[in-house]
């Protein structure tokens, strides 16, 4: 595993898109001299906790931090991250170095897919203090919180799995065949009743509920562009704070809300 030492840290910038939050870029020089770039969020007014997360993003999982700071983004996690900071969870946003590129299924289940994270992994603990991190991905992103986990059993907390790849598809394997069981941390699996998307099938999340914590997610405000694409139900479009909250709720209390209704408020926490 790739460890802090090998690498050089430079803080780019402090802007922020959100009033309450803090928001840092931060380079990590590998190996090979290629710069690996995430984003720092977090909320100095939030209640205090030393948990982080990693966020990683679905389709070919480059956020674009190379152009600066997302405002918010198009992914659910990315445009969702400051909801995260309010509970009080650091939240990193991946990017792939520009060496590893798009991230193809097979790229996502890979060594050097996993060392990468942990030097992101290593960084985040040196320079906030945070104790305990977990890892959640949405859409192709769950291929890699997943493979990640396995791959770095002693460094990862817990993971949280939305709108899963279940299925194989043109675009990869997924995570068809995948042995949940291999993931020795705490799993939470998100997914919206009515995930249109022929690799998220909600059938599949169905058959683990019981066997895993699942949050159901209900309503909507409208889809936009494909089933499988961030603004529908596969990317809880009009959903995001409650579902955020309810997964914030879960990492940092066990507190599960097994179904976020269309009567939710947009905006309600789980009571603390």
Not at 248 to 256: E, F, T, V
Request: aromatic share 6%; net charge neutral.
């Amino acid at each position: 595993m790739l460890i802090a030492t090998s690498c050089a840290t430079l803080l780019l910038a402090t802007p922020t898109a959100f009033a309450a939050v803090t928001e840092q870029l931060i380079d990590l020089v590998k190996p090979n001299g290629t710069t690996l770039r995430y984003l720092l969020t977090s909320d100095p007014g939030a209640p205090t906790s030393d948990t982080g997360i990693v966020l990683f993003a679905g389709s070919q999982g480059q956020v674009g931090l190379a152009s600066g700071i997302p405002n918010p983004g198009s992914n659910f996690l990315v445009r969702s991250r400051h909801y995260f900071s309010e509970d009080g969870l650091t939240t990193a946003t991946y990017d792939p170095s520009s060496d590893l590129g798009a991230l193809s299924d097979s790229l996502r289940s890979s060594r050097e897919h996993a060392d990468e994270v942990a030097m992101i992994l290593t960084d985040m603990r040196k320079r906030t203090g945070v104790k305990k991190i977990y890892l959640v991905g949405t859409s192709r992103g769950t291929i890699s919180a997943a493979n990640v986990a396995v791959r770095l059993p002693s460094d990862v907390d817990g993971v949280v799995l939305t709108s899963t790849v279940f299925r194989a598809s043109r675009g990869g394997g997924g995570l068809q065949g995948f042995d949940f069981a291999t993931i020795t941390q705490p799993l939470l699996f998100v997914h919206h009743v009515s995930d249109a998307c022929k690799v998220t099938s909600p059938g599949y999340a169905q058959a683990l509920d019981g066997r895993y914590p699942v949050i159901w997610v209900e309503g909507s405000e409208g889809s936009q562009g494909d089933a499988c694409g961030p603004f529908s139900n596969h990317g809880y479009l009009g959903r995001e704070a409650a579902t955020v909250h309810a997964i914030s709720a879960w990492i940092l209390r066990r507190q599960l809300t097994h179904r976020i209704t269309e009567n939710t408020p947009m905006g309600e926490q789980p009571p603390k």
